[in-house]
């Protein structure tokens, strides 16, 4: 019998816990005991709090449009298959076209660009995001899923939301909050499945990459 080596997989999700960062004004996570294993209680039960973009997530259209589909009712195939990971360390304000050019050679659907040489670990306002022009031309490249290592595919103090208002016009899903530290620039499989929560503009997703065969 021959036995084959289990493919590596990278966790692309960073720990939710009360002290994620957030932006200002968010619901941060609470978890908060209702049950606890006793005489007469056979079980531990939590319950939690919080917005659905702590940690890694996936923003819905009705994050940015009214009358947009919510979280349940985005369909899952973009969240999983052939993935690209795309260095663009240091890139600031915004992901541009030039960042991505390098690696634009046979775009698989699904495109993950790391930014940050470490994900942070506290609130920063300055973060890397997308500029809209960069999704369009990922979009005409066949890319239906983008996602970045930051909070935000717009700026911090955006009020217009363009790169957002971008992904509507072009139909493109979005994973915000990765943590791509030690994950090689490169093809892998993407899953990310959002929860199938009732009307929420967005879902925390348990992002995970594994190596192609």
Same mark, same amino acid.
């Given at each position: ?28 996570? /609470? ?7 006793? &005489? ?12 659905? /973009? ?14 947009? &589909?919510? +979280? ?16 663009? +360390? ?58 970045? !290592? ?21 139909? %493109? ?7 791509? !530290? ?8 993407? +899953? ?11 879902? &925390?997703?348990?992002?995970? %990459?594994?190596?192609? &065969?």
């Amino acid at each position: 019998m021959s036995s084959s080596t289990p493919s590596r997989l990278w966790d692309i999700s960073p720990t939710v816990s009360p002290d994620a960062p957030i932006f200002p004004g968010d619901e941060p996570y /609470h978890l908060r005991w209702t049950a606890q294993l006793a &005489p007469g209680c056979p079980v531990n039960l939590s319950a939690l709090t919080m917005s659905p /973009h702590v940690g890694a997530h996936a923003d819905a259209p009705l994050h940015y449009a009214h009358d947009a &589909p919510a +979280i349940d009712a985005v369909p899952l195939d973009t969240y999983l298959g052939r993935c690209r990971v795309i260095h663009a +360390i240091g890139a600031a304000p915004l992901i541009t076209v030039k960042h991505l050019q390098h690696a634009e050679s046979q775009l698989p659907p699904r495109v993950l660009v790391r930014v940050c040489q470490r994900a942070d670990t506290v609130w920063n306002p300055a973060f890397t995001a997308y500029a809209p022009e960069a999704i369009a031309w990922l979009a005409e490249r066949g890319v239906k899923l983008i996602g970045i !290592d930051t909070p935000s595919v717009d700026p911090a103090d955006s009020k217009v939301l363009d790169s957002h208002q971008q992904l509507r016009r072009l139909d %493109l899903r979005v994973l915000e909050n990765l943590v791509l !530290d030690d994950v090689p620039e490169g093809d892998y499989e993407l +899953i990310a499945l959002p929860l199938k929560l009732q009307g929420a503009c967005a879902s &925390p997703v348990r992002a995970i %990459l594994r190596e192609l &065969p």
